[in-house]
């Protein structure tokens, strides 16, 4: 019966997965659920105390590496630190509105906050005076740092998905 349930949560942790595709916190969701199944199946030891904190340190990881990518990607294309700042504001509010208005499965989400953040970071670096050339290089660089960031968040958690697919059968 244990075999079964652990399927189960493998399936359940595949669908957390999905959802950080359209920026939500899939990652976590996984690291709870397994926590909250480890806890409740704990006289079985399907899974150690080292690897439910090594999958919260990867979403962690993951977290950190999405909330920056956008801002870093402005800065190394030449923004200045508001315009950086607004490339974090414009993917989340680009983020809910490509949801809404863009309502394409995942696509939405996605173009939302790669628009959002380059949008935001032209429009902040067009009104502290830079030059247009560089406010749209600085845009592009937000725009293609927020689908780094969250290609990275889902391979991060692609990597906690087979920790515990590995641990669930091991």
């Known amino acids: 019966m244990i075999y079964l349930w652990l399927v189960m949560l493998l399936l359940l942790n595949a669908c957390w997965l999905m959802l950080v595709l359209f920026t939500l916190p899939g990652n976590w969701l996984m690291v709870v659920g397994t926590c909250l199944f480890a806890w409740w199946r704990w006289d079985d030891r399907v899974f150690s105390w080292p690897l439910l904190v090594a999958a919260g340190v990867l979403a962690l990881i993951a977290e950190i590496i999405e909330f920056f990518a956008g801002a870093g990607g402005a800065k190394r294309c030449g ?8 490339a974090i504001g414009g993917a989340l509010f680009g983020a809910i509105v490509g949801t809404i208005a863009i309502a394409v499965g995942v696509f939405g989400t996605l173009l939302g906050a790669c628009l959002g953040a380059g949008m935001a970071t032209w ?5 502290t005076g830079t030059e247009h050339n560089q406010s749209v290089r600085s845009g592009i660089g937000a725009g293609t740092g927020v689908l780094v960031g969250t290609v990275s968040k889902f391979a991060i958690g692609c990597i906690i998905w087979l920790l515990i697919a590995v641990a669930a059968f091991y």
Not at 79 to 86: N, P
Not at 123 to 127: K, N, P, Q
């Open 79 to 86: 923004a200045g630190w508001l315009g950086a700042l607004a």
């Open 123 to 127: 429009v902040v670096e067009r009104i």
